[in-house]
């Protein structure tokens, strides 16, 4: 057994208004005046003076505002990349992520590519990046994915979806500020919440559970049910806890792995486009057979909420359209060895994986 040498955040802050201290974080990482600080920032902020006037710009500093309405791309990292340095002389000081998992995704990668030849989907893998990457800070506004502490950054390229998984991946540098996530939409609160507690359920009903996994999975679990059972998004205090299952639920699956919702959402997004949180929550409501605790108490939260989810997505899709979902769900190998065992292959067939997916 050759066990796995983790690296962490180096730095963390956490409290309401913490952003405010984003210029004393970063100034003394500031090599020179024209290196600057590139800040990526989900454009459903653009006009939001509330945030965007604490966003410290001095020097040549550049925002550029993002959209979230579709999951990051190879291309598109390649873009930001050439955009950067085609507009400043020296290479930046750093990039500064401020949005949900699609942005801290981008500038994760953005920093890699920085200092790494080629093109984004040349490192879609493990352990391909070569160089550190520059100085990266990500400020989540939305909780749930663990985007902020993962090892990872989930990219979707010419011929595959899969992250960028490296040792110079992870943030150097994380403001945890639940204020941000004030005005998440109800439905989106719930589908990116609901990530993180399905990152529970997975890590902790896998076969690659282990204590460290276990511990921080079971307070992210407890954290998730107080606040989508008794909780609601409004309260500060949900917030705040929301903001630490997000952590908690990324830490667990750091040391475990995710299962049967996140393959088959990984083909909904491949070929649908589906994102993320709603994904998994589509995937995950017919899960009983897996999960079965964990899909009645999901059910139990969807319905205290009043979320309705999609229905009949797959209703009009083609035989050669389920075979490339069912191709990208069953490719995610340590995923299905996680959730069944290593003797999945006998339990999850194609025409299995066929008849989930027709349901949704
Ligand atoms: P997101 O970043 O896609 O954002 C969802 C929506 O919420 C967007 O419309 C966005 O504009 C909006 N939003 C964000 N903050 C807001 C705020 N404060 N107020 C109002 N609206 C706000 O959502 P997400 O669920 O956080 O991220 C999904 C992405 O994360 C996917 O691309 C997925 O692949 C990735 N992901 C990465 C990891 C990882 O470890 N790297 C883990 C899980 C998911
Ligand atoms: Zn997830």
């Known amino acids: 057994m050759k066990y796995k040498n983790y690296p962490m955040v180096s730095r963390i802050i956490f409290g309401r208004g913490s952003f405010n201290q984003l210029s004393d974080i970063i100034s003394p990482k500031r090599l020179n005046v024209k290196a600057p600080f590139i800040f990526l920032v989900d454009d459903v902020f653009k006009g939001n003076s509330w945030m965007t006037s604490r966003i410290p710009l001095s020097y040549a500093d550049q925002l550029i505002y993002v959209s979230a309405n579709e999951e990051p791309k190879t291309s598109q990292v390649d873009e930001l990349v050439e955009q950067i340095i085609v507009s400043h002389k020296d290479r930046p000081s750093g990039i500064i992520g401020i949005g949900g998992g699609t942005i801290l995704d981008l500038a994760k990668a953005v920093s890699i590519m920085i200092t790494n030849k080629g093109e984004a989907k040349d490192y879609q893998g493990w352990d391909l990046v070569k160089n550190p990457a520059i100085f990266h800070v990500g400020v989540p506004t939305i909780s749930g994915t663990g985007a902020e502490v993962s090892r990872t950054t989930v990219l979707t390229g010419p011929d595959k979806k899969l992250g960028i998984n490296s040792d110079y991946t992870p943030f150097d540098q994380v403001i945890l500020d639940p204020e941000l996530t004030k005005d998440v939409p109800k439905d989106q609160w719930f589908y990116t919440g609901m990530d993180c507690y399905i990152h529970c359920i997975e890590s902790l009903n896998g076969t690659y559970l282990n204590a460290f996994s ?8 407890e954290l998730c049910t107080e606040i989508f059972v008794n909780g609601n998004l409004s309260d500060q205090d949900s917030q705040d806890k929301l903001m630490m299952a997000s952590w908690h639920g990324g830490m667990s699956i750091a040391y475990s792995q995710v299962g049967v919702a ?4 990984y083909g909904l997004s491949y070929l649908l486009g589906t994102k993320h949180g709603i994904g998994n929550c589509i995937v995950f409501d017919h899960l009983e057979e897996f999960y079965p605790e964990g899909v009645k108490l999901f059910k139990q939260m969807k319905a205290n909420h009043q979320i309705s989810l999609p229905q009949g997505i797959c209703a009009d ?3 050669s359209q389920f075979d490339i979902m069912i191709d990208v769900a069953l490719g995610l190998e340590p995923l299905w060895e996680n ?7 006998q339990v999850i067939t194609r025409d299995k994986l066929k008849a989930l997916y027709q349901k949704m």
């Open 262 to 265: 996140h393959a088959m959402s």
């Open 317 to 319: 899709l083609d035989d």
């Open 339 to 345: 959730a069944i065992g290593k003797k999945w292959k």
């Open 214 to 221: 276990k511990s921080y999975g079971e307070k992210a679990y």
